[in-house]
């Protein structure tokens, strides 16, 4: 018998075109070698064209599924995504709460304050960013907000690495352990550079930037892969570093998908990883 991998969950919702989600947090964990589990909070009618709808599931759907996991087999490391409403906000808090996920408990917290589709479709009801701050937050290991997203929640529109440093001090004011404002969309710059910060120091995270509009996922992909090493171990700064590195190589091997954004992709992980390949005929 082999020795389980570590069990890592994500609270999200579901891309119906694969691009992102819990789809690319799915994948991505199986790139970092964790078991991956799911609670899902809402179904997306998406594509690479855009989002046009999305049920949300009933708040006690959402928690009994974190509670059932976390009863049976255990969770290493959680990670959210699309959370949708106040209401699924305070059953997550509450769950996670009586579960030890999150820094009153044992297990790291990686919150991802998804705003926003990368076409600018809302996932997220008017009233959940005052719950995203209050709740969630203060329980989070790290959260990890593009630059719409904390402009959403700071008011701090960052144009520089100056404005930069302001935001990740405004979220750090919030509660969490860590905050890491990632500058992707900071078009001005030549590099993306990602920006972690704890209170006491900041730590500058460059990255190249690739010609390419096929991004679609690279959000969910930074913050799982950084949420499965913390699940291995890693302390905040070493995951952080690990999940850039991750993203930069997702990115760079992305992908052309529909008529719209293709998704990014971990599938570097697998090169030179598995022979080729030879399916004999089926002789149908």
């Excluded at 959680?78 to 996920?101: F, N, Q, Y």
């Excluded at 991004?215 to 700064?237: E, R, Y």
């Excluded at 570093?241 to 760079?252: A, H, M, N, Q, T």
Aim: glycine letters at 10%.
């Amino acid at each position: 018998m082999t020795t389980a991998p570590p069990a890592v969950l994500t609270i999200a919702g579901s891309d119906s075109g694969g691009g992102a989600g819990i789809q690319a947090d799915l994948r991505t964990f199986f790139a970092c070698g964790v078991h991956g589990m799911t609670a899902v909070t809402a179904v997306t009618v998406q594509n690479t064209l855009g989002v046009t709808g999305f049920t949300e599931l009933p708040p006690e759907v959402v928690a009994a599924q974190i509670e059932a996991v976390a009863a049976d087999i255990g969770v290493r490391a959680a990670k959210t995504g699309m959370l949708a409403s106040a209401g699924i906000i305070a059953a997550v808090a509450d769950a996670c709460e009586r579960v030890h996920i999150g820094r009153s408990g044992s297990t790291p917290f990686v919150v991802d304050p998804v705003a926003a589709s990368m076409h600018g479709d809302p996932l997220l009801r008017e009233d959940a960013l005052d719950a995203l701050r209050r709740r969630l937050f203060p329980m989070a290991t790290l959260v990890t907000p593009n630059l719409d997203e904390v402009a959403l929640l700071t008011g701090i529109t960052v144009t520089d690495r100056a404005s930069q440093r302001k935001a990740a001090e405004a979220l750090h004011a919030f509660g969490p352990q860590w905050a890491l404002v990632k500058g992707g969309h900071l078009w001005t710059d030549p590099e993306c550079v990602d920006l972690l910060y704890d209170g006491r120091r900041f730590v500058e995270l460059p990255g190249p930037r690739y010609d390419t509009k096929h991004t679609h996922g690279s959000g969910d992909t930074i913050a799982s892969s950084i949420t499965s090493a913390l699940a291995k171990g890693a302390d905040v700064p070493e995951a952080v570093r690990f999940g850039k590195e991750f993203v930069v190589r997702s990115v760079r091997d992305a992908y052309p998908l529909g008529g719209g954004v293709g998704p990014v992709s971990p599938f570097w992980r697998l090169d030179g990883a598995l022979p080729e390949l030879e399916l004999p005929e089926l002789g149908l």
